[in-house]
């Protein structure tokens, strides 16, 4: 390998030698050029012409592009000739943006869904039906199988069961309002059976309330009616009924220590103050005073609403009831009367009204489901929240949110 390379490098520096040879038998020898100097430089560019040294001087050499190019001016009056001239002109408007021509039907139904089951509730309720993935499937109406049966409707006769049970959780639901308060003052003015707040203002006291049969002969409990004051507060069932259908998981009248009062609250002593014939032959120690929440004693079978330390954080929590929503409606059943009336009846109006978000919660499920208003098996968690409220959904209440046949 040694000696192949050492012939490689003689035959390649007698090839160089030869090349030279060549080159200077033919006058062309590589002869090096001396480094110019700054000196012969500064010479070389004092002997250029003055034609040579102008900026409008044409390049020896351009592009295609740059030979095409108006030549650039270098006189300030033609630069500000041309500077007028562009400032002159009239600026382009930019074109307005464009509108989407194709919207999400998903978004648009859900956002008509929302629109529907707002209520004006600003302060929430004592209760809430929290929704399982089931229940939340259901509600929210999304599914292609709905859609198809959506698409079909108007295929079915009017007020036929398909077409009711088809149709959209907006389409059927009827927008209701919640009656308005009536006239009326409910302050005793020196009255002799009227007995005094927290506040020292003094309250007659009425009587107990009477009891509608159901409309048009429906089926369902019949609504509670209250003197003329408090005649827009319809709730269907009694404090005896609450008691023993099953209400909070048998904590009703537990031992607590209030926030509010700042002391415990004894069950005994609030248990005490209502008939005793409300809750004769109950397990008072499991059904009422239960310091553990148990759902089989609750009407449905199931578990609703939130704590009283939930309800006492949330604000909803008013001395003269320490108890909540339904320590203030017992009472206010056997007729006790205070300034806390319309703040209690307006969160029972929210949930239970016309306009009710429970109640019209319950009444979309049931349409959904292609159920009948008394199929207890749907939504037993928003049916016992309503229970709690001292409602129960009626036939006649159900169908005034559904569409007129005609």
């Known amino acids: 390998m040694d000696e192949d390379e050492d012939d490689y490098e003689k035959i390649r520096l007698e090839n160089m030698r030869a090349n030279a040879e060549l080159m200077e038998s033919l006058g062309l020898g590589s002869e090096k050029k001396p480094k110019p100097t700054s000196a012969s430089l500064r010479a070389r560019a004092s002997k250029r012409s003055p034609s040579e040294m102008t900026p409008d001087a044409e ?7 740059l030979a095409d190019r108006p030549r650039r001016s270098y006189n300030e009056s033609d630069t500000n000739k041309e500077m007028r001239k562009q400032m002159s002109q009239p600026k382009r408007e930019k074109p307005p943006p464009r509108e989407g021509f194709r919207k999400s039907a998903r978004h648009a139904e859900g956002r008509k869904r929302y629109e529907e089951v707002d209520t004006d509730d600003s302060e929430g309720g004592d209760a809430w039906a929290p929704s399982s993935s089931r ?15 959506r698409r079909r409707r108007d295929a079915q006769p009017r007020g036929s069961i398909m077409h009711t049970n088809a149709l959209s959780y907006t389409d059927v639901l009827k927008r209701l309002k919640n009656p308005t308060a009536p006239g009326g003052d409910p302050v005793g003015n020196g009255d002799p059976n009227a007995e005094s707040d927290e506040e020292g203002n003094d309250f007659p006291r009425q009587p107990l309330p009477s009891r509608e049969p159901p409309r048009d002969g429906k089926q369902g409990k019949g609504t509670l009616i209250f003197e003329n004051a408090n005649r827009h ?3 269907n069932v009694t404090p005896e009924e609450m008691l023993r259908g099953g209400v909070f998981g048998g904590t009703a009248f537990r031992p607590y220590r209030s926030a509010v009062l ?5 069950s005994t002593d609030d248990l005490s103050e209502f008939p005793e014939s409300w809750y004769a032959e109950l397990d008072a120690s499991h059904e009422l005073t239960s310091p553990d929440y148990d759902p089989s004693v609750n009407r449905y079978g199931v578990k609703a609403g939130q704590t009283l330390e939930e309800w006492e954080n949330n604000g909803w929590i008013k001395r003269q009831d320490p108890r909540g929503w339904w320590q203030w409606y017992f009472r206010f059943y056997l007729g006790r009367r205070s300034k806390d009336d319309a703040r209690q009846i307006g969160r029972w109006q929210k949930a239970c009204g016309p306009a009710g978000r429970f109640k019209r919660s319950l009444v979309s499920k049931i349409v959904r489901s292609h ?13 016992q929240t309503l ?19 005609s």
Do not use: C
């Open 59 to 65: 390049p020896s050499r351009s592009s295609s592009r």
């Open 135 to 149: 229940e939340g499937s259901d509600e929210e109406g999304g599914s292609s199988k709905s859609r198809r049966v």
């Open 233 to 235: 507060f319809r709730p």
């Open 262 to 266: 700042h002391r415990k609250l004894e």
């Open 371 to 383: 159920a009948t208003w008394d199929d207890e098996s749907v939504s037993p968690v928003v049916r």
């Open 387 to 405: 229970f709690h409220w001292a409602y129960e959904l009626t036939e006649s209440d159900y169908e005034d949110y559904l569409p007129d046949a």
